[in-house]
C-alpha cells in the first residue's frame, strides 16, 4: 500500500507539540500554531530560523504548506495585521498561499534533540545535563527512551579532553553556519577548557547558573557588555582569591559570544529528522521537509 504524502496541519501540529511540548516553554512565551486552519493539507514542511519576509517568500516558493520557526513572529501584543505593517503582510501572505505558521521556541529549546542539545552535541559534549531543568511532559514523543532528565534549558557538558580557549572557540566557529557577526571571546586564548555550559540565544541572564555549573567557559548569544563585563570581572576576581589561598586559579566561567541565529539554526540538524520520523510514525505519511540555507543575522556587512 503506498504511504500518505499528506497530513491536516492540526495533526502535524499535534505530532510538533509531542516532540517539543508547549509545557516546557517559560512562562513569557507563547509557541505553538501561530497561522493557519487546522483543516489545511501539508505534505512539504519547510524550516527555518525566523519568520522574515524572505523566508515566507522561499517557503512558498518551496510549495511549503507548513512553515517551522524557531522564533516567534510576535514577541509583543499587536492590535492588528493590516498591510500597512510587516507582521501583518507576512500573516496575509501565508493565509493566501495556505501555509501555515508553527513556532517552537523556548519549548524546542529545552526538548530532547532540541536547540539547546543539537549545539551542545555540535560542540563535542558528552555527560550532559540541563543547565537550568524543567519537569518532564509524560505526552513527550522521547518518553520512550529514557531521557526525562535531559529536558531543561541549556547544556551543561565534557569535551573529551582538556582544550585550548583558542582551540574550541575555533571549533565553535567552525561549526555555526558564518555571519559577519562572527564569533567574540573573552579569556586568554592558552587557557584550558574542559567543562563547558552552552545557551543557545539571548543568555547574559543565566550567569549565576552557569557560575554554579562550574563550567570553564560559557557559550552563548547576545552578550551585552556591562553583564558581560560584569561576570568577566568577577570571574577574574574570583580566581585572584582563589590563588591567594594557593588553590588552582584558573578564570572560569570564559565567555564565547556567538550569533544568535546562527547557534539556534544546529536544532534544525535534528528537528528535519525527527519531525519527518514522528509524522511518519503517528500518521504513516512521509512528508517532505526542507531547511533553509538563508542566514536570517540581521548583520549584512562589517566596517573598518
Known sequence: ??????????????????????????????????VGEPSWPVSTIYC???????????????????????HPLFFRSINNVSGFGVHGAIVNRLVEAHCGL?????????????????????FGLSDQRPLQAVAFDSHDWHAQTGNEQSVGSGRVGRLAEPTSLRDFANRVAAVLPKTELGVQVAGSPDAM???VAVLPGSGDSMFD?????????????D??????????????????LRGSTGQASQVKPLLI???????????????????????????????????????????TFTAG
Open 48 to 70: 527555518a530560523v525566523d519568520p522574515t519576509l524572505e523566508i515566507i517568500d522561499e517557503a512558498i516558493a518551496a510549495g511549503a504548506q507548513l512553515l517551522i520557526c524557531h
Open 257 to 299: 559570544n556567538t550569533p544568535h541565529s546562527a547557534i539556534e539554526g544546529l536544532w534544525f540538524r535534528y528537528a528535519s529528522q525527527d519531525i519527518h520520523a514522528a509524522i511518519e510514525q503517528a500518521t504513516g505519511a512521509r512528508l517532505k521537509v526542507q531547511v533553509s540555507t538563508r542566514s536570517t543575522d540581521p548583520w
Open 193 to 195: 577548557v574542559q567543562t
Open 102 to 122: 508553527w513556532v517552537g521556541h523556548t519549548n524546542a529549546d529545552a526538548a530532547v534533540r532540541g536547540v539547546a542539545q543539537a549545539a551542545a552535541d555540535a
Open 1 to 34: 500500500m503506498q504511504a500518505e504524502t499528506s497530513v491536516s496541519l492540526g495533526k502535524a501540529v499535534e505530532v510538533l507539540e509531542q516532540l517539543y511540548p508547549l509545557s516546557y516553554a517559560e512562562d513569557w512565551d507563547h509557541p505553538g500554531l501561530i
Open 209 to 221: 547558573d552557569v557560575s554554579a555549573s562550574g563550567a570553564d567557559v560559557y557559550v552563548t548569544s
Open 223 to 240: 552578550l551585552r557588555h556591562h553583564p558581560a563585563t560584569d561576570a568577566y570581572q568577577q570571574a577574574q576576581y574570583e580566581a585572584r
